[in-house]
C-alpha cells in the first residue's frame, strides 16, 4: 500500500524512464526508497558475497556498494536468490538479512554497524521472507525445514520461530517458537487491534497474533498448507491469509478471513469466510477500499468483498506473476515475470487502464515514492516517472 499522489500510469522500455542504473549483482530483493536514497541488496552469482547497495534517486547513480558479509548460502531454487529478503531502513541505517539467515546493518554512508551470524537456518527452496522493523526491533519469521530430511518441505516440525532483534546492536531480543508449522516464506506485518498493537505472522499450518514487544502470542488459527509464500494483510478488522500448497492436505488451498479481537484458538470462532478459487501461491493480497485483490501465478485478478469473500469480478492478466501487486492512488499497480506491469483501477468492476512493458524479466515487488516507480529487474534498477 502506498499513500503516493500522482503515479506514473504509462511507460516502455524508451518512455518515461527517469533512469536505468545496472544492478551489478543477483538477487530479487525489492527496491527499497527513503528521502532521497534507494538501496537494494545482492550477492555474486555463487551466494557468497553479500552486499548492500546505495543509489541515487534522483539520478540513479551509485553512491556506495558494502560487502556486508562472505556466506554458506546452502540450498536455493532456481526460481529464488541468495538475496530475495527485502531490506529495510530507519532513516539512520539500512538492515538486510541473506538466504544463510545472517543478518547485517549498514550506517547511511555505507559502512558495516554490526552483522549478527549466530543464526542457523536451513529451507530447501532458500529464504524469501523479509524482515519488518517495529520500534528499536527488527523482526524477522525463520520458517525453515528439517535438514536431516529430504522432504523436510511438507513435514511439520517444532524448531521454526519469529526472532527479534535489537536494532541497534543486532542482539537477540526475544524468539517465539512457531509450535507444530511447516514451512513458509512470509514477512510479518504489525497491526493495531482495538488499541493493542499486534504482530501478525504465518507458516505453514498456522496464523498467529503476537505481543511485538515480548513475542507472546495472543491467538492463533489452524490454517493447513505448506510452502507458504503470499504475506498476510490486515483490513476492515480483520486479518487475512492464504494457505498456498495443500500438499496431501484437503481441506488446504483457501483465502481466510479471520476477525481481530479474540484470544487463544480462534480456528473456528474467529473465521469469518473462506475462499478457494483461483488463489494465489505466490503474490501477497491487497485490501483496499472494503474489497480484497489477489493474482494467482497464471495471471487470474479476483476482486473480493472483504467482509463477506464474494467474489465482485475476475480477470485474466498476461502472466505469469510472482511480484506481490501494490496500490497507490486507487490503481493497482501489477507487475509480471516477463517485465510487464498492468494497472487496474480499484472499482467494482474490472477497468484494466493502461499495460506497460518493460522487456525484462522481473520478480521483485515495485516501489513507488516521491512521482517515481522504481521497478528491479533481473539486470537493472528501473526509475519510472518524472523528476
Given at each position: ?109 555505507g559502512k558495516v554497524a554490526w552483522t ?240 506497460n512493458d518493460l522487456g525484462e524479466k ?26
Open positions: 500500500m502506498s499513500s503516493e499522489k500522482g503515479a506514473p500510469v504509462t511507460w516502455s522500455e524508451t518512455e518515461h524512464i527517469a533512469w536505468k542504473t545496472p544492478v551489478p549483482y543477483a538477487g530479487w530483493s525489492s527496491p527499497i526508497v527513503f528521502g532521497d536514497r534507494v538501496f537494494v541488496t545482492g550477492t555474486t552469482r555463487d551466494g557468497v558475497s553479500c552486499h548492500i547497495i546505495c543509489l541515487d534517486r534522483r539520478t540513479g547513480k551509485i553512491l556506495w556498494d558494502t560487502e556486508v558479509f562472505l556466506q554458506s548460502p546452502g540450498t536455493c531454487d532456481g526460481r529464488n536468490s541468495h538475496a530475495t529478503s527485502t531490506p529495510v531502513t530507519d532513516g539512520e541505517r539500512v538492515y538486510a538479512f541473506f538466504s544463510s539467515g545472517s543478518a547485517a546493518a549498514v550506517t547511511y554512508d549478527n551470524r549466530s543464526i542457523k537456518f536451513h529451507v530447501v527452496y532458500g529464504m524469501a521472507s523479509s524482515p519488518m522493523q517495529y520500534r528499536d526491533l527488527l523482526i524477522m519469521n525463520f520458517d525453515g525445514t528439517d535438514p536431516r530430511t529430504d522432504d523436510g518441505h511438507t513435514r511439520a516440525w517444532d524448531k521454526s520461530y519469529v526472532l527479534a532483534l535489537d536494532k541497534a546492536t543486532g542482539k537477540e531480543k526475544w524468539k517465539a517458537m512457531r509450535g507444530m508449522s511447516r514451512v513458509a516464506y512470509t514477512t510479518p506485518i504489525a497491526i493495531d487491534s482495538r488499541g493493542t498493537p499486534q504482530l501478525i505472522t504465518c507458516a505453514g499450518d498456522v496464523v498467529q497474533g503476537l505481543n511485538p514487544i515480548t513475542g507472546e502470542k495472543i491467538w492463533w488459527a489452524t490454517h493447513r498448507g505448506e510452502g507458504l509464500v503470499p504475506s498476510p494483510v490486515s483490513g476492515d478488522g480483520m486479518v487475512f491469509a492464504t494457505s498456498a500448497f495443500p500438499t496431501s492436505v484437503p481441506e488446504g488451498e483457501a483465502v481466510r478471513a479471520f476477525r481481530l479481537g479474540g484470544q487463544g484458538d480462534v480456528t473456528k470462532s474467529h473465521l469469518a469466510w473462506s475462499h478457494s478459487k483461483d488463489m494465489s501461491k505466490i503474490p501477497s493480497l491487497v485490501c483496499a477500499n472494503h474489497a480484497l485483490f489477489q493474482i494467482n501465478e497464471s495471471g487470474v485478478l479476483t476482486c473480493l468483498k472483504s467482509n463477506t469473500g464474494e467474489v465482485l469480478w475476475r480477470e485474466r492478466l498476461r502472466g505469469p506473476f510472482g511480484a506481490s501487486p501494490v496500490w497507490a492512488d486507487g490503481r493497482i499497480y501489477l507487475l509480471s515475470e516477463k517485465g510487464r506491469t498492468t494497472v487496474v483501477e480499484d472499482g467494482p468492476q474490472s477497468k484494466a487502464v493502461a499495460e522481473c520478480c521483485a515487488s515495485p516501489a513507488i515514492s516521491q512521482g517515481k516507480i522504481f521497478i528491479r529487474s533481473e539486470k537493472h534498477l528501473f526509475a519510472i516517472g518524472g523528476q
